[in-house]
């Protein structure tokens, strides 16, 4: 006598899906277990190339005019430096000649400091006529240059500035190590030029003073 089975229709769909859900985790498993993966990194590079640029300072006409009655002379200018590098700049200056304040054959002495090449407060002997510098600004020395934000009043020099004697060789008055900000940096120069119980003859007194920044 022969049996029949008879399976019902769910219970045979329920096995097929069961077997298929299997059959793809087992497939997915298997896959995982070969794959294989390989990296690469991309470097990328950009270059920012150093630069410093310097504004024309305004010409100078100092006052007042020495004469009889005048004694003593200031007058000013300015430079805007700007560089991105990242060592920073120096700024100097120079004359073009020595003596640097002539006329014809006529010249003021560059300053004589107490200590040469050590810039003091502004003092001349007498018998004596002379012209120096100073300078100020957020990138000068104050132990070098002196304290004042202000290069005098009245043609008298500030006392609390500190003076040197051009030479035609570079001096740094103003110096920073790092980048400035993109408004720059200003740095003032002072001129005075004095006479003590000694005229200067008259004429038309000139210098030519070159500044030069440099990125570091």
């Keep these: 006598m022969k049996t029949k089975i008879y399976l019902n229709k769910k219970i045979v769909v329920g096995i097929f899906t069961l077997f298929s859900f299997f ?50 002379s200031i007058g000013s200018s300015s430079w805007l430096v700007k560089t991105n590098s990242a060592l920073g700049y120096t700024l100097a200056v120079k004359a073009s000649a020595s ?21 003091d407060i502004w003092s001349i002997a007498s018998g004596t006529k002379e012209f120096g510098y100073s300078a100020y600004g957020t990138d000068t020395p104050t132990a070098t240059w002196g304290t004042s934000a202000s290069c005098g009043a009245a043609g008298v020099p ?8 051009f030479t035609t060789s570079d001096n740094t008055i103003a110096t920073r190590a790092t980048v400035t900000p993109t408004t ?8 005075a030029a004095a006479q003590n119980t000694v005229y200067a003859p008259s004429g038309t007194y000139t210098a030519t003073i070159t500044a030069t920044a440099t990125t570091l």
Excluded at 50 to 67: E, K, R, W
Excluded at 158 to 165: E, I, N, S, T, V
Excluded at 184 to 191: A, D, E, K, V
């Design 158 to 165: 500030a006392a609390a500035q500190k003076y040197d004697g």
């Design 99 to 119: 003596p640097a304040l002539v006329s014809g054959a006529n010249s003021f002495a560059d300053y004589t400091e107490a200590v040469p090449g050590t810039p």
């Design 184 to 191: 720059g940096i200003t740095t003032t120069i002072c001129f």
């Design 23 to 72: 059959i793809v985790q087992f497939y997915s498993i298997i896959k995982t277990a070969i794959a294989a993966t390989d990296t690469d990194d991309v470097i990328v590079t950009l270059d920012v190339t150093s630069g410093i640029t310097i504004s024309d300072g305004a010409a100078v006409t100092m006052a007042p005019a020495l004469g009889i009655s005048a004694d003593s």
